[in-house]
C-alpha cells in the first residue's frame, strides 16, 4: 500500500506506544514521517528499522511554542511542506475529588493534553493554510465526553482539547483542511497491563487499531469528514 507517497506526515508524542504504532502504518502505507519527541537518544531504539522515509526530531519540548515552530520551519526547509499532522501527546494520571484539586494538577494535566495541541497548532496550521491543503488529527479520550470519579482534572482537560478540535475544524472549514479527533477506550499496552493486571485485556483497544483509524482520517478518503469525534473503543 502506498496511498501516501510524497505525503510528509508529523507526528508528536512518538516514543508512547501509539506514537510508535501511528509511526508505523503511515511508514508502511509510503509516507514520509517526521518522528518527534521531547527526550533524546530513544528514538532508534524505538522505531527499529530506520528507513530514508522516517526523520527524527529529538529534544523538542512540545510544551514550548517556540520550539514546536523552530522545529516545524526546520522540517519545511529539510524535508518538506508537511501534508498531516498527528498529535499524540497525552498522558493520564489519577487525580483529586474536584473540591480537592490543585494548581498543579490541573497545569500537569492541562500541559499534557492541551498545550502541546495548540502549540503544534501554532506551528503547522499556517503552512497548511498557505498550501492550501492539510490534515490534523488529535487524540483525546472518553472521558472528554463524561467526567469521572477523580478524574475531573483529566476529563477537562481532554475535553479542552476535544472542543479545541472542533473549533479549529470549524475555523478551517472551506480551506481544504480537516481537523478531526479519536477517542480511544483503554489502550493495550505493557504499562495498562501491569496497572491493571486483573482486567479483560481482550475488551482493550490495539494501538494498532487506534493507528489505522488515524490513518484512514488522514487519507482523501476521508476528505468529507472534519470536526467528528471518533470512538476507538476495541472490544
Known sequence: MSIF???IIVVT???GNLGRAVVTVFLEAGATVCALDHRHGRLEKILEGNTTRLHFFEDVDSTDRDAMIATANKIKS??????VLVNTVGGFTMGQRVDEITADTWDHMMNLNVHPFLNAA???VPGMILAGKGKIVTVGAGASLKGGAKMGAYSAAK???LRLTESLSAELMGKNI???CVLPGTIDT???RKAMPDANFARWVKPEQIAKTILFLASI????ITGAAIPVTGG
Open 122 to 124: 501554532a506551528a503547522y
Open 5 to 7: 507517497n510524497n505525503k
Open 78 to 83: 529539510t524535508v518538506g511542506i508537511v501534508d
Open 221 to 224: 478518503d476521508a476528505d468529507a
Open 159 to 161: 475535553g479542552a482539547l
Open 190 to 192: 505493557p504499562e495498562n
Open 178 to 180: 480537516q481537523v478531526n
Open 13 to 15: 508524542g512518538v516514543a
